[in-house]
């Protein structure tokens, strides 16, 4: 099941990094250091989408894919048990991106 608390780490262009997201009916929530996600996913348990608005609260924090400011992205990847593996793009610039692997902590609380 994709719904849940998640560690996410990241690689794009301009190095790597790591945060957290949370998966809960159909809404993506999460951030890191210099930015917070926001989005919409969509799953059959095997793979999922998501698009995601990545805002920045830190400017100093510079984002992997040497973007300034806020961004949105388009994740597709495969779901195998505690894992999910995937790709985000830029929307509108699709050669760019990062590769992305989730790592599930928890369900979350009912």
Do not use: C, H
Not at 11 to 28: C, H, L, P, S
Not at 58 to 81: A, I, R
């Amino acid at each position: 099941m994709v719904e849940g608390f998640w560690i996410v780490q990241y690689e794009g262009i301009r190095g790597n990094g790591g945060g957290v997201i949370i998966f809960t009916k159909g809404q993506v929530l999460g951030g890191d250091t210099g930015f917070i996600y926001t989005g919409a996913y969509k799953t059959d348990e095997r793979t999922i989408t998501a698009d995601v608005l990545v805002r920045n609260f830190l400017p100093e924090v510079p984002s992997v894919l040497g973007v300034q400011g806020d961004f949105e992205l388009n994740l597709k990847g495969n779901v195998g048990g505690q894992i999910i593996k995937a790709s985000a793009t830029l929307v509108g610039q699709e050669g760019a991106g990062i590769v992305v692997k989730l790592t599930r902590v928890s369900d979350l609380p009912k």
